[in-house]
Nanobody, 122 residues
Framework: QVQLVESGGGSVQAGGSLRLSCAASGYTSSSYRMGWFRQAPGKEREGVATIYTGGGRTYYADSVKGRFTISQDNAKNTLYLQMNSLKPEDSAMYYC???????????????WGKGTLVTISS
């Protein structure tokens, strides 16, 4: 079992920055990949960024590439998402997730946090 708790959300104006954090606890050594997802009202959940915990390989959605950076601090069992040059369309509930190598879960993720809200005003 892995527990994930997001923090760092808030309200900022377009062009601003936020850094989201995801504190992981429990059997964290089982995580092969971790990622950030977001969901806006009336829209489907979408992947934002993923990091593979072993080699540090990362993947970004085209919409955030060059603006967002995913990283992890293994010693602190914490995942981060640095978000720069924020746009109103980035407004959403952001979720942290983790999955094992052979995960059969949606998006390859088994565990999800409850989310942190990000609101970007124009």
């Amino acid at each position: 079992q892995v527990q994930l708790v997001e923090s760092g959300g808030g309200s900022v104006q377009a062009g601003g920055s936020l850094r989201l954090s995801c504190a992981a606890s429990g059997y964290t050594s089982s995580s092969y990949r971790m990622g950030w997802f977001r969901q806006a009202p009336g829209k489907e959940r979408e992947g934002v960024a993923t990091i593979y915990t072993g080699g540090g390989r990362t993947y970004y959605a085209d919409s955030v590439k060059g603006r967002f950076t995913i990283s992890q601090d293994n010693a602190k069992n914490t995942l981060y998402l640095q978000m720069n040059s924020l746009k109103p369309e980035d407004s959403a509930m952001y979720y942290c997730a983790a999955g094992g190598y052979g995960s059969g879960g949606t998006y390859g993720m088994d565990y999800w946090g409850k989310g942190t809200l990000v609101t970007i005003s124009s």
